[in-house]
């Protein structure tokens, strides 16, 4: 559950502007997808002008029947007292649950506005970013990753010229997004090695792909067909967001080396995902930070108040943390044993923060048939009242990053 202090500050943000003239904002969808038989619901969101990463605004659902006509476009979100600004307008559509297509587009609001968003079949399938292209190019127009600001204006600079599918007219306002990766040409080039490049845009679309690959060959249990969707969308609730941080110093080679061990434990149905998703010895390794030891620990303002601990310990540089000393955060050297900690990444490698009491010391991971609270408290990372050695069902079935979320 959110904190107050959390609500207040999304309140906040729906009143940038507040006192300015305001606005309405129309959303039709259109697409050569059938409803009812590909498509049986559509979920609209208003968003800040973070893209994915941003606040949710305002929502709005529509339920699809068979006899609606989208090939012409149908509305599906109506919006007023929209403050003048920058917005992204994501649309999600879904057949029995699961995701089928799901869409980013910037919009400018300055008066009353109606858009138009186009969903292609071709973008069905297609994961966005593609791994070692452009971090930004998010969205999905003809089955192409582009910029969220191509989708309702092709012709912008730097949006590339792809053909329409000739089975809907070409829309003013056009666009597409993601679907899971199951055979694009996204998903074909996306094999990672020590020599590669990892940017922070690709990591959490690259991380989806591979641990569903890993779920769909070591969980004995069915791959929901959303799964890549719904792991990238948890990614990005913590690393994701984390790693476009310019104070966490992502480091795109170290990251890269760290997707490619995930990879080849996929390949092994092997319980060392556990460890590179939530030790800092994994993907955390890649956060270098920028700030030295003694400097303040850095976090901007837009950080979510439930990620704000975590910015400031991913600014401090390798080998540092960020700790409070009387009124200031800032980076010292990671705890060693008996050192005081609130979090397992104030304790050095090998080592988790343990509770006594009202208090937290670092410890050393506990062995195997050690009583533990959390996966992290074992040296298996995997905790299920005892620390134990996980299955391969418990090692890839669940989400690697549910860890992190509040």
Do not use: K
């Not at 609606?68 to 307008?89: F, K, L, M, Q, T």
């Amino acid at each position: 559950m959110r904190s107050l202090a959390y609500i207040l500050l999304a309140a906040n943000a729906l009143c940038v502007g507040c006192g300015d003239e305001t606005h309405e904002l129309f959303v039709d969808v259109r697409t050569d997808l059938a409803p009812g038989t590909e498509f049986d619901e559509i979920r609209a969101e208003l968003r800040d002008d973070r893209g994915r990463l941003g606040e949710v605004l305002r929502t709005a659902e529509a339920g699809v029947l068979s006899s609606h006509d989208y090939s012409a476009g149908r509305r599906v979100a109506e919006w007023s007292d929209i403050a003048s600004g920058d917005y992204v307008v994501r649309v999600d559509m879904r057949l029995g649950g699961a995701a089928v297509a799901d869409i980013v587009a910037e919009v400018v609001v300055s008066a009353d506005r109606a858009i138009t968003i186009f969903v292609s079949r071709d973008c069905a399938g297609v994961t966005c970013p593609a791994l070692g292209g452009d971090p930004g190019a998010t969205s999905c127009l003809a089955g192409v990753c582009v910029s969220p600001r191509c989708v309702l204006d092709e012709s912008a600079e730097g949006c590339p010229d792809v053909p329409m599918d000739a089975g809907v007219d070409a829309p003013t306002d056009a666009f597409v997004d993601v679907g899971t990766d199951s055979g694009s040409d996204a998903g074909a080039d996306s094999g990672a090695d020590s020599g590669s490049s990892l940017a922070a845009g690709d990591l959490c679309p690259q991380l989806a792909r591979v641990l569903c690959e890993g779920r769909q060959t070591c969980c004995s249990m069915p791959t929901p067909e959303d799964c890549q969707i719904t792991m990238r969308d948890s990614c990005l609730e913590f690393f994701g967001r984390l790693a476009l941080e310019p104070a966490s110093g992502w480091d795109p080679a170290r990251g890269a080396e760290i997707l490619a061990r995930i990879e080849a434990a996929a390949i092994t149905c092997s319980p060392e995902v556990l460890p590179l998703i939530q030790s800092g010895d994994g993907i955390v390794s890649a956060f270098r930070g920028t700030v030295s030891e003694g400097g303040a620990c850095v976090a901007a303002p837009t950080v979510p108040l439930e990620l704000l601990p975590y910015a400031r310990i991913f600014s401090c540089t390798d080998g540092l943390t960020c700790m409070r000393l009387g009124t200031e955060y800032t980076c010292r050297p990671l705890g060693t044993a008996d050192d005081p900690c609130v979090f397992d990444f104030h304790c050095d490698s090998g080592l988790y923060c343990g509770v006594e009491g009202f208090s937290g010391r670092c410890a050393f991971r506990l062995p195997t048939g050690s009583e533990c609270t959390a996966g992290s408290d074992c040296v298996t990372f995997y905790c299920d009242t005892s620390c134990g050695e996980p299955s391969a069902d418990e090692a890839w079935c669940g989400d690697p990053f549910a860890a992190f979320l509040p």
